[in-house]
Every structure is written in structure tokens, then in C-alpha cells.
Antibody, heavy 121, light 109 residues
Framework: EVQLVESGGGLVQPGGSLRLSCSAS????????MHWVRQAPGKGLEYVSA????????YYADSVKGRFTISRDNSKNTLYLQMSSLRAEDTAVYYC??????????????WGQGTLVTVSS | EIVLTQSPGTLSLSPGERATLSCRAS???????LAWYRQKPGQAPRLLIY???SRAAGIPDRFSGSGSGTDFTLTISRLEPEDFAVYYC??????????FGPGTKVDVK
């Protein structure tokens, strides 16, 4: 059974940093691209970032480019999102999402339950 | 970058009725790389449809998707209580970032 468990969310001040983690199990992690999608309170889904299976390709939404860094450790079956220069508008539930195929370009069958990041003073 | 719009914003219907949700793309979505998700309050989204018309595993046949190019439709033939939720379309054409539509809320009339 595929499981994606996010951690690392919490309250952070504007301008601060936070690192999210996603522990994956139930599949061969190193075979699949991974993604982060977020959802601000009461709002819709916003695509954040993606990383290829070997980490060689990374992609970002314009809203986070230059501030967020996606990475992965295939030996630990873990996906990361390093967030810096955080703003109030980054407040959201962050979902870890598994690619349904081995490529980055695919739909999303498996989602984690999300971790809440709150940016506030 | 492809932008998705969804209509209506809210759809008020009764259980057993038919729901028709629309998703329009700002440019053609090649190979029908269009997915639909349902999200209930407090839960992660659930994949319903991929490739514009293929039902995901475990999704009942009351859900169907259609369309190509820039116009796509999700149809729920008979609304069940668990279908009152928010629905999002998403394109996964070319490379990320992949856009989501703003969502359609289906609520009880």
C-alpha cells in the first residue's frame, strides 16, 4: 500500500525558513517523480514543485521560484521541500504527491494527508 | 502556461440528480492530459478521471469524463451523498508546473 506521510509543518514568522519532509513507502521511491501541491485555507489547489525520479530535474511555480528548493534522498525514501523567505501567502496545507507514472508529466493518484504551514508574526 | 477555468463556481443539486461540470483551458491540452479530482472537507483530493475520460481504479461508473482540446466535462449521472464536495480539473500537458482549475463546489439544494 502506497503511503506518503508529510512532516515539518508549523508556525513560522515572515521571512523565516522551514523544511518539509515526506516519508514514502509501499512503492519503489527511486522510480517515480514526486510533487508538492499546496492549498491555502478555504482556497483551491496550487501546484508548487516537482522533482524527477533521480533528482536531476526540478520544476517550480513562479510564486515560489527562488525561495523554495525541492530535493529527495532515494536512500531514505524521503522527499523534501526547503522553504525560505516565507510570506503570509505561503500559509497552506502542503501535500506530498506521487507521480502515477515514472515520468514527471502525469496525473496524481496518491496524495499524502498534508502538513499545515502557517506564516505569521 | 495553460490556465484552466471551471464553471459553474457552485452547483446546487439534489441527491439522485445529474451533475455536469465544465473545465476550459486557455490553450489546447494535447493528448487529453486532463484529470479530475474530488475533494471532501478536511481530506486530500481523490483522483476520479485521467486522460480526460479514463476512470481511475475504484471509481464508480456514475462518473464519466469527456472532451478534448480546450473543453472538458465531468458528468456525475446520479449524485450520491458523498459526491457533495469540490471538484478540480488539472492539466498535466508538457512539463510542470501543472495548473489546477479554481474548482466547482457541488452542494445540496
Amino acid at each position: 500500500e502506497v503511503q506518503l506521510v508529510e512532516s515539518g509543518g508549523g508556525l513560522v514568522q515572515p521571512g523565516g525558513s522551514l523544511r518539509l519532509s515526506c516519508s514514502a513507502s509501499g512503492f519503489t521511491f527511486s522510480d517515480y517523480a514526486m510533487h508538492w501541491v499546496r492549498q491555502a485555507p478555504g482556497k483551491g489547489l496550487e501546484y508548487v514543485s516537482a522533482i524527477s525520479s533521480n533528482g536531476g530535474g526540478t520544476y517550480y511555480a513562479d510564486s515560489v521560484k527562488g525561495r523554495f528548493t525541492i530535493s529527495r534522498d532515494n536512500s531514505k525514501n524521503t522527499l523534501y521541500l526547503q522553504m525560505s523567505s516565507l510570506r503570509a501567502e505561503d500559509t497552506a496545507v502542503y501535500y506530498c504527491v506521487k507521480s502515477s507514472l515514472t515520468t514527471v508529466t502525469t496525473f496524481f493518484r496518491y496524495w499524502g494527508q498534508g502538513t499545515l504551514v502557517t506564516v505569521s508574526s | 502556461e495553460i490556465v484552466l477555468t471551471q464553471s459553474p463556481g457552485t452547483l446546487s443539486l439534489s441527491p439522485g440528480e445529474r451533475a455536469t461540470l465544465s473545465c476550459r483551458a486557455s490553450q489546447s491540452v494535447s493528448s487529453s492530459y486532463l484529470a479530475w479530482y474530488r475533494q471532501k472537507p478536511g481530506q486530500a483530493p481523490r483522483l476520479l478521471i485521467y486522460g480526460a475520460s479514463s476512470r481511475a481504479a475504484g471509481i464508480p461508473d456514475r462518473f464519466s469524463g469527456s472532451g478534448s482540446g480546450t473543453d472538458f466535462t465531468l458528468t456525475i449521472s446520479r449524485l450520491e451523498p458523498e459526491d457533495f464536495a469540490v471538484y478540480y480539473c488539472q492539466q498535466y500537458d508538457t512539463s510542470p508546473p501543472f495548473a489546477f482549475g479554481p474548482g466547482t463546489k457541488v452542494d445540496v439544494k
